[in-house]
C-alpha cells in the first residue's frame, strides 16, 4: 500500500535564514530541515508570494534562495483566484494582518499542503493565526492545516496547541 508524503509548503523565511548570520540557532535548525527535505520524505510547495518578496531582498540572499528551491525541488504553485480569495477571507482574523502572510496560508490550503513552514513567529507560527486560519477553513468545509517551524518538524519544540502529526 503507497502512502502519501506530507505536503509542506514553505515560506520566505526559511529560505532566508539558512542565511541569517544574526541567529545561529535558527539557521543550524534550517539546515539540518533542509538535510532532511534532501531524503525525499516531503513534497515541498511555494506559493507564488514567496518570489514577490524575495524581490526587496539583497541580491546575494536572493541568489540562495533560489539556489535552494532548486537543489530542494520546491515546486511554485500557479497564481490561483480561489486562494487569492481565500486569502482575503482571512483578512480580520487575529494577527493575520499581511496579505502576504494570507496568501502562504491560503495556497497551502487550496493546494492541500498539510503543513505551512515558518520561521515567523509573530505573523504565522503562533496559536491565534493557526486558530483563525482554521475557522476560516472550518466555515468553508475546507481541509485544516498546521502552521510549523523547521525546529518543530524536526521533532522540537512543538507546542500543545498544534495537533499530532498526522501518520
Same mark, same amino acid.
Given at each position: 500500500?503507497?502512502?502519501?508524503?506530507?505536503?509542506?509548503?514553505?515560506?520566505?523565511?526559511?529560505?532566508?535564514?539558512?542565511?541569517?548570520?544574526?541567529?545561529?540557532?535558527?539557521?543550524?535548525?534550517?539546515?539540518?530541515?533542509?538535510?532532511?527535505?534532501?531524503?525525499?520524505?516531503?513534497?515541498?510547495?511555494?506559493?507564488?508570494?514567496?518570489?514577490?518578496?524575495?524581490?526587496?531582498?539583497?541580491?546575494?540572499?536572493?541568489?540562495?534562495?533560489?539556489? /535552494?528551491?532548486? &537543489?530542494? $525541488?520546491?515546486?511554485?504553485?500557479? %497564481?490561483?483566484?480561489? =486562494?487569492?480569495? #481565500?486569502? @482575503?477571507?482571512?483578512?480580520?482574523?487575529?494577527?493575520?494582518?499581511?496579505?502576504?502572510?494570507?496568501?502562504?496560508?491560503?495556497?497551502?490550503?487550496?493546494?492541500?499542503?498539510?503543513?505551512?513552514?515558518?520561521?515567523?513567529?509573530?505573523?504565522?507560527?503562533?496559536?491565534?493565526?493557526?486558530?483563525?486560519?482554521?475557522? /476560516?477553513?472550518? &466555515?468553508? $468545509?475546507?481541509?485544516?492545516?498546521? %502552521?510549523?517551524?523547521? =525546529?518543530?518538524? #524536526?521533532? @522540537?519544540?512543538?507546542?500543545?496547541?498544534?495537533?499530532?502529526?498526522?501518520?
Amino acid at each position: 500500500m503507497e502512502t502519501s508524503k506530507r505536503r509542506l509548503l514553505i515560506d520566505t523565511s526559511v529560505l532566508l535564514s539558512e542565511t541569517d548570520e544574526d541567529a545561529p540557532k535558527t539557521t543550524a535548525y534550517t539546515k539540518k530541515f533542509f538535510d532532511l527535505c534532501r531524503t525525499g520524505v516531503f513534497d515541498l510547495f511555494m506559493s507564488p508570494q514567496l518570489y514577490v518578496e524575495l524581490e526587496n531582498k539583497e541580491e546575494k540572499r536572493q541568489s540562495r534562495a533560489k539556489t /535552494v528551491v532548486e &537543489e530542494l $525541488g520546491i515546486e511554485e504553485l500557479p %497564481v490561483n483566484e480561489e =486562494a487569492i480569495s #481565500l486569502a @482575503e477571507r482571512y483578512r480580520g482574523k487575529p494577527l493575520i494582518n499581511s496579505m502576504g502572510d494570507r496568501l502562504h496560508l491560503a495556497y497551502a490550503t487550496v493546494f492541500e499542503c498539510a503543513t505551512v513552514v515558518s520561521w515567523n513567529m509573530k505573523d504565522i507560527v503562533n496559536k491565534d493565526t493557526y486558530e483563525g486560519t482554521q475557522s /476560516v477553513n472550518m &466555515e468553508e $468545509g475546507r481541509m485544516t492545516i498546521t %502552521v510549523e517551524t523547521p =525546529a518543530m518538524i #524536526l521533532g @522540537e519544540g512543538r507546542p500543545e496547541w498544534l495537533p499530532p502529526i498526522p501518520t
